[in-house]
């Protein structure tokens, strides 16, 4: 009795979480009279695809998606090298100020990002790279959050392992990356979805480094639908079209690897 209780909580739990989702997808397919008369109704009436027609045939969606999957595929691809060395570098190596750069990382954790946006505008601005990709890459190429995560991954992986490479002649960086960077693998997971989603549902950093519509990114892109730029009236089911298709990316990234994500180390020798 109390399995049957706890499964209709659930799902009914389940319900309200999907519903709005359900709502969002429906209402990409209505008109706007009819999003506007009955905004939650999962039966679109009529049927259309005149929201999608005019986002990809009468608008530069198809240029907001695509710098959007260029920026991203580059900040996923540094921040998984770069927050893997970084990582190494604090739980393996012994260098002088280590405890103070660890500190230094913890403390940036800490500060809000809107905190940090008039300094970012500034640095970009002086080092040439404002309305660039390289002004949307470089600056996001590296997060505190994933470089604590390779970090506390990288020590709970036996030392004993490296010893072993060490003792064959191989280097720091070979141990790093044919020897412990494949035992990773959970982690590197847990940053290619975190990366991927942060990346992908960036605002504020694309807002302060770009302003030619050439360099729109999805976020901006759709939230400059708000203002009505495509047309007239509420626009509900182009926004929630918009919303839609920015949803799809993240979740079948998240859905292919979320089996991996800060599992146990693979191939690690016991101690």
Known sequence: MWQIVLYVVLAALAVVYIYPFLVQVATSFKTNDAAAVDPVSLIPSPFTWAAYEQLFLRSDFPTWFANSAIVTILVTLGRVFFN??????????????????????????????????IPKFLVINQLGMYDSYAGMVLPLLVDAAGVFIMKNFFESIPASVEEQAR????GTFRIFWSVVLPMARPALITIV???????????????ISTQSPELTTLTKGVASLAS????????????????????????????????RVMNASEGAVKE
């Open 84 to 117: 893997s060395l970084a990582g190494y570098a604090l739980a393996r190596l012994r260098f002088r100020g280590r405890g103070i750069v660890f500190a230094a990382l913890v403390a940036v954790m800490a500060v809000p990002t809107v905190v940090l946006l």
């Open 167 to 170: 003792i064959d002649g191989a």
């Open 193 to 207: 979805i975190l990366s991927f989603q942060g990346s992908w549902n960036e605002l504020s950093h694309f807002v």
């Open 228 to 259: 009505g730029q495509l047309s007239q009236g509420s626009q509900y089911p182009i926004k929630l079209a918009a919303a839609a298709i920015m949803t799809i990316p993240v979740a079948v990234v998240f859905f292919i690897f979320q089996r």
